[in-house]
Antibody
Framework: QVQLQQSGPGLVKPSQTLSLTCAISGDSVSSNSAVWNWIRQSPSRGLEWLGRTYYKSKWSKNYAVSVKRRITINPDTSKNQFSLQLDSVTPEDTAVYYC?????????WGQGTMVTVSS | QSVLTQPPSVSAAPGQKVTISCSGSSSNIGNNYVSWYQHFPGIAPKVLIYDNNKRPSGIPDRFSGSKSGTSATLGITGLQTGDEADYYCGTWDSRLSAVVFGGGTKVTVL
């Protein structure tokens, strides 16, 4: 049974970097058949896919255009987890952040992390 | 503004049926699988439909999905008060090389 456990701070100051981690159990971040995503949800923007990473002979990443200049998603094979970094955050980045496994559909989700951007 | 277009809200009485539309283009819905998600505040979204019309185990057959051209539809029959939630469609967009979601539809049981 695959489970995703998120960790990271719930409060980030404007202009700083948001950092979250998603620990994987029951699967491998290096699996050739899995894709690892970050998605956020806010009342004003609904569900918003941020990006993904996956391994198929080599590591690949895709990012949403809206955050492409500020986002980094990295796998950590030693800890079997993957991370999200979002730079130069503003109050508009306030949202619940989720990690999720899936390619075109997301069947496994983390528990969610409410991140507030405020000074 | 979302790449996929959904109605902001739909409503019906208990026991009735609602349908939620999701409109896109050839770069997304037209050539990729559609999935549908149910979201309650404070809980992670749950996939109701994947690959256009397949239901994961445990999802009742009151929920159904279909796709035609560049549009997809979620149907909910036998509406229950527990179905009051936000519903999102999602798919891959080949032009953007990104997953895209609709803006979400709030279902209200009258």
């Amino acid at each position: 049974q695959v489970q995703l456990q998120q960790s990271g701070p719930g409060l980030v100051k404007p202009s700083q970097t948001l950092s979250l981690t998603c620990a994987i159990s029951g699967d491998s971040v290096s699996s050739n058949s899995a894709v690892w995503n970050w998605i956020r949800q806010s009342p004003s923007r609904g569900l918003e896919w941020l990006g993904r990473t996956y391994y198929k002979s080599k590591w690949s990443k895709n990012y949403a255009v809206s955050v492409k200049r500020r986002i980094t998603i990295n796998p950590d094979t030693s800890k079997n987890q993957f991370s999200l970094q979002l730079d130069s955050v503003t109050p508009e980045d306030t949202a619940v952040y989720y990690c999720a496994r899936g390619d075109q559909s997301f069947h496994i989700w983390g528990q969610g992390t409410m991140v507030t951007v405020s000074s | 503004q979302s790449v996929l277009t959904q109605p902001p809200s739909v409503s019906a009485a208990p026991g009735q049926k609602v349908t939620i539309s999701c409109s896109g283009s050839s770069s997304n819905i037209g050539n990729n699988y559609v999935s549908w998600y149910q979201h309650f505040p404070g809980i992670a979204p749950k996939v109701l439909i994947y690959d256009n019309n397949k239901r994961p185990s445990g999802i009742p057959d009151r929920f159904s999905g279909s796709k035609s051209g560049t549009s997809a539809t979620l149907g909910i029959t036998g509406l229950q008060t527990g179905d009051e939630a936000d519903y999102y469609c999602g798919t891959w967009d080949s032009r953007l090389s990104a997953v895209v979601f609709g803006g979400g539809t709030k279902v209200t049981v009258l």
